[in-house]
């Protein structure tokens, strides 16, 4: 049917959905476990959320519903695609997805301390850092005295790792 024979009224939204965290194209997608954990959570808080809307108008509860899918059909996604890394396979005398990593940036006295994780469960807030950030990439593979520099447009700099744990 033309739209020239629909109502206004009768036209639904379509929802718009922030997308996820961004994953490089072609890249594998590893979380920890906790990671992994934390994806299952935001799943069931979802279908919860489906499950306990009300039926007040039912326009507004199909685009409600219809929006929630949606994140539902990201999530999903991107579960699907995870990599589960076991942390007590990685060799703990070098920086590797998942390592905790104490450093020294340049001449700074306190020190940082951050965990590389996945897309999804970084939060600079809480000291997580992606494993596809430009400080995760100069780090992996580095171990405890190394140095490891990243050019900024401003100069660079020097991120010396003092402490590793897993």
Do not use: C
């Not at 965990?115 to 430009?134: L, N, R, T, W, Y």
């Not at 995760?136 to 005295?145: D, E, M, Q, R, T």
């Amino acid at each position: 049917m033309s739209r020239g024979f629909t109502k206004e009224d009768d036209q639904e939204e379509i929802p718009i959905v922030p997308p996820r965290a961004d994953l490089p194209k072609g890249a594998t997608n590893y979380v920890t476990q906790v990671g992994m954990e934390a994806l299952l959570e935001e799943k069931n808080a979802l279908q919860t959320e489906i499950n306990l809307l009300g039926h007040s108008k039912e326009n507004e509860h199909r685009i409600t519903q219809n929006h929630i899918h949606a994140k539902l059909l990201l999530l999903n996604n991107r579960i699907s695609d995870a990599k589960i890394v076991d942390l007590n396979d990685q060799p703990h005398d070098q920086i590797m997805f998942g390592a905790k990593v104490t450093l020294r940036i340049g001449n700074e006295p306190k020190l940082q301390t951050y965990q590389i994780v996945g897309v999804d469960e970084a939060d600079f807030k809480k000291g997580k850092i992606s494993f596809v950030s430009p400080v995760a990439k100069i780090l992996l593979n580095k171990k405890v005295g190394d140095k490891a520099i990243l050019k900024l447009p401003t100069g660079e700099r020097v991120f010396e790792v003092v402490e590793i744990g897993y």
